[in-house]
């Protein structure tokens, strides 16, 4: 029985991965098409990088966003990609918590606090 019930939570968390990465491959290809029509016939000077700096802060970020600016379509599309694996360990975690397996529930939230730590904070 319980055999049955880790192989589902696997499948499950499995899934997950596979629907995270197709969701994010969708919306950074869909962000790239916009992108080159946006950018159609603009000359690009291709001796000096300039990254897009609007798409660094959450205030400049959701508005281009909004007005559906290729770029900022592509930027959701990574963060949806580095969200995935972390959906992942949340998804252990939850597992873990209702098989009552509580040392893997608390490293399996160390391991998250310490991601959600690393990509907020460093």
Do not use: W
């Not at 491959?25 to 992108?35: E, P, Q, S």
């Amino acid at each position: 029985m319980q055999q049955a019930t880790e192989q589902k939570t696997g499948r499950l968390i499995g899934q997950a991965l596979r629907i995270g990465v197709i969701i994010a491959c969708a919306i950074t290809v869909c962000g790239g098409i916009l992108y080159l029509i946006q950018h159609h016939g603009v000359s690009v000077d291709y001796t000096e990088f300039a990254g897009d700096s609007f798409l660094y802060s959450v205030q400049t970020f959701l508005p281009a966003l909004m007005r559906g600016d290729g770029a900022a379509i592509i930027q959701l599309g990574i963060i949806v990609l580095v969200a995935t694996p972390i959906m992942r360990v949340a998804l252990a975690m939850i597992s873990f918590l209702v098989a009552k397996d509580y040392l893997y529930v608390i490293i399996t939230l160390t391991v998250l606090i310490i991601i959600l730590l690393n990509l907020f904070f460093i």
